[in-house]
Each structure stands twice: as C-alpha cells, then as structure tokens.
C-alpha cells in the first residue's frame, strides 16, 4: 500500500501552459505538504495544509495554487508554466502540524517545461 | 533564517568503511533534526529524529547524534546498499522543515 501517492510521476509541457499536479495520502494524517527539489536537489516548501487549512504559505509566485479538497488530498494547480518552474515536487504528510511530528513524502513529479 | 550546511557534498566508500557525514545548523530554537535518505528517482525516507543535544538513535548501521551546532550520521561497515542521497533537515520555531543540500554517499564493492 503506498502511503503517499501523486499523479502524474512525469509531466512535460510546453511554457505558458497550466497543469496539475494531485497528491493522496492513506495514512489518516491531518497536514498536508508541497516541496519543490530544484536540479542542485535542494528540497524547499512551498505550501502546507491542515485540516484543508493552508498554514504555511512561503514565497511563491501566486501562479501556484494549492487545494485541499479533503485531508487525504492536496493538489498544486501551476498556470502560465515557465522553464524555471522544471523541478521534481514532493508532496508530503505528517500526523499533524505539530514540531515533532515528522513528515513522509511521495515519490515525486518529474515536471520539464519546455 | 534557519540554514543547514551539508558535508560532504559527495562521498565514496569501500564497502566496510566506516566514516561520517557532518550536517551543521544555525535555527532558531531547534525543535527537532530530521535525517532522511533518498535513492535517485524516489521520495526521502524517513531516518531519524533528534531532538536535543548528546541525543542519538541507531538503526542497522547508522547511527545519529546531536550536539547544540551540528549532526552527525555515522555508517558503520557499509554496505553497497547504503548508497543514496542523506539529507539532514532541520525544525525551528516557524514549524517548517529546512533542508541542506545533502551528501551523495556511494559505497563501493
């Protein structure tokens, strides 16, 4: 059973496009995470949720909007693609948004924007 | 701001030698260092939790400690399959994960 699931794991476009990006997860757990790994792999957040609740909103341009539909889903929704935007992003979940509690996270999306 | 420093950023190893990678942390009021693996083209996984300084926690031949400025993630007898990606992130007061750039660990026959 995967416990962080996203969909699609590849994902190339051409720049100006918008696109999705979904995220599940099975493990029961209330906050939801969106990382972004540049080509360094340098792995930075970009949103977090709890309880469908965005708690954690970092620098990033408003092109990206997240959602939570539920607590076991968080989509990334990306308009106007732009080459800077190729990255992997992970999407990630833990327990709950307290300090201690520690987060697992998907297997990435591959997304090349040409 | 939280800043995590990685060292070093690329290590090989004959399979049996044992070494360490070093992650150093400037935050403010730590709550908690997370070590993490990650193998090319997956997720990271989960490793470690360190909450305060003389903590350590072991797992087959790793082994975590924490002192008040840096980490260390010592492996021990490696093995080729202990070859990945360790990342080391840290948790301050704003609740968030910061993560260095991680040491590419190869460990050879």
């Known amino acids: 059973d995967t416990a962080v699931s996203q969909t699609p794991k590849y994902l190339v476009t051409q720049m100006g496009n918008d696109k999705s990006i979904k995220c599940e997860q099975n493990l029961g757990h209330d906050t939801m995470y969106w990382y972004k790994q540049d080509s360094k792999k340098f792995l930075k957040i970009m949103f977090s949720y709890n309880n469908k609740e965005l708690i954690i909103n970092e620098t990033v341009p408003n092109r990206f909007s997240p959602k939570s539909p539920d607590k076991a889903h968080l989509n990334l929704h990306i308009n106007s693609l732009e080459l800077g935007d190729s990255a992997v992003y992970f999407c990630?979940?833990?327990?709950?948004?307290?300090?201690?509690?520690?987060?697992?996270f998907g297997p990435g999306t591959r997304l090349l924007v040409l | 701001e939280d800043q995590v420093t990685q060292s070093p950023e690329a290590l090989r190893l004959q399979e049996g030698e044992s070494s360490s990678l070093n992650c150093s942390y400037t935050?403010?009021?730590?709550?908690?260092l997370f070590w993490y693996r990650q193998d090319p083209g997956k997720g990271p996984e989960f490793l470690f939790t360190?909450?305060?300084a003389g903590e350590e926690k072991e797992k087959e031949r790793l082994k975590a400690t924490l002192t008040k400025k840096e980490s260390f993630l010592h492996i021990t007898a490696p093995k080729p399959e202990d070859s990945a990606t360790y990342l080391c992130a840290v948790k301050g007061g704003g609740n968030k994960l910061t993560f260095g750039t991680g040491t590419q660990l190869k460990v050879e026959l």
């Open positions: 990630a979940s833990s327990q709950d948004s307290s300090v201690r509690e520690t987060q697992y």
């Open positions: 360190l909450y305060s």
């Open positions: 935050v403010s009021g730590l709550r908690g």
